[in-house]
C-alpha cells in the first residue's frame, strides 16, 4: 500500500517538537510489567471506555529495528492510555521503555543504552484525516476498526532511538586500540598563524 511509507514519513516529520520533556511522567513509578500486550486491538472500544493497555513485546520481532541497530533481546514496556478527547478525537497517550543493545558510532561494538518516550497519537483512517490532526498528535493508523499495536510500538521504539551513541572512552575498543599502540588521544595539531599575524611579523621585521 503506497500510503503506508507517506504515513511513516508524516510520523517522523510530527515527531519534531512534539515532546515536552521537562513535563511530569504520570507513569513515573510504574511498577515492572509482566503481562503481553494483545499484537491487534479494537482502539475505537478501548477509547468509547477510557481503557489502559500496558504490557510487554518483545524485541526480537522488530524486524525494522533491527536492520536498523541489529538484532535485539528482552522486552519492551509500553503503557497505552486510550481516550476520547474533549474534541471529540480518539487519541492514545502512551509511554515506552526498553533496554537496546546499539551500535557504537566509534567502534561498532554494541552498547546498552535505556531508550525511553512518551508519545501522544491521534487514531485515523487515512491521509487526509492525518493531516488534520494538530501538530502535538502524531497519527497512527486504524484500518477496519484494527490497530495493529505491534506496527506502532515498532515505529515508536524507532522514533526514540538517539542519533548517536557512543561507548565511554575508557571502555570503547577503539580508545583502547590506539592507547595501547602508543598513539597520544588527543594530539592538537598547531594552530596556524593567520595570515594577519604573519603580516605583522613581516612589518616588524627590521
Ligand atoms: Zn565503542
Request: aromatic share 4%; charged share 30%.
Amino acid at each position: 500500500m503506497q500510503s503506508l511509507t507517506a504515513w511513516k514519513r508524516v510520523i517522523v516529520t510530527r515527531r519534531e517538537g512534539v515532546f515536552d520533556r521537562g513535563r511530569g511522567s504520570a507513569y513515573h513509578c510504574a511498577p515492572m510489567l509482566t503481562s503481553r500486550l494483545p499484537n491487534r486491538v479494537e482502539p475505537y472500544k478501548l477509547a468509547a471506555r477510557a481503557e489502559r493497555l500496558e504490557g510487554l513485546v518483545a524485541l526480537d520481532q522488530f524486524e525494522r529495528l533491527a536492520e536498523q541497530v541489529g538484532a535485539q533481546d528482552g522486552d519492551v514496556q509500553v503503557w497505552l492510555d486510550f481516550a476520547i478527547d474533549l474534541q471529540g478525537r480518539r487519541v492514545i497517550h502512551g509511554r515506552l521503555e526498553a533496554e537496546l543493545q546499539l551500535p557504537c558510532r566509534r567502534c561498532l561494538e554494541p552498547l546498552s543504552q535505556h531508550v525511553e518516550s512518551e508519545f501522544l497519537l491521534g487514531m485515523v483512517t487515512s491521509d487526509a484525516l492525518a493531516a488534520e490532526l494538530p501538530s502535538t498528535h502524531e497519527p497512527v493508523l486504524v484500518e477496519n476498526e484494527q490497530l495493529n499495536l505491534l506496527e506502532m510500538v515498532e515505529d515508536e521504539l524507532i522514533l526514540s532511538l538517539p542519533q548517536v551513541v557512543y561507548h565511554d572512552e575508557a571502555l570503547c575498543r577503539v580508545s583502547r586500540d590506539q592507547l595501547s599502540s602508543g598513539e597520544e588521544a588527543e594530539s592538537p595539531e598547531p594552530t596556524p598563524a593567520s595570515p594577519f599575524e604573519v603580516l605583522r611579523r613581516l612589518k616588524d621585521k627590521p
